[in-house]
């Protein structure tokens, strides 16, 4: 079983940047779907982008499409998740999935306010 551990969460101002992080243990990784989604106070969670094993393909939702960027680095088990120009409705714990399965990471909280 594959475990996730995200960080690289924090507090930022508006238009500012911050790189997450998900470390997954296990062999798993290089071959597995990766996505983050986040979940805002009082609000369901929700899809905010997806990569392929290889990293050759992503999506993202329209919410952050060009603010956004996902990547991963399988020889380090690694996923990223760079996020620019950030916005007060990005704040949330934003957690990492191995996409269509229940496999979660505890999550990291991302705060933008002045």
């Known amino acids: 079983q594959v475990r996730l551990v995200e960080s690289g969460g924090g507090l930022v101002q508006p238009g500012g940047s911050l790189r997450l992080s998900c470390v997954a243990s296990?062999?798993?990784?290089?071959?597995?779907?990766m996505a983050w989604y986040r979940q805002a106070p009082g609000k369901q969670r929700e899809f905010v982008a997806v990569?392929?094993?290889?990293?050759?393909?992503?999506n993202y939702a329209d919410s952050v499409k060009g603010r956004f960027t996902i990547s991963r680095d399988n020889a380090k088990n690694t996923m990223y998740l760079q996020m620019n120009s950030l916005k007060p409705e990005d704040t949330g714990v934003y957690h990492c999935?191995?996409?269509?399965?229940?496999?979660w990471g505890q999550g990291t909280q991302v705060t933008v306010s002045s």
């Open positions: 990569i392929t094993s290889g990293g050759s393909t992503t």
């Open positions: 296990g062999s798993i990784f290089r071959v597995s779907t």
């Open positions: 999935n191995k996409h269509h399965t229940d496999v």
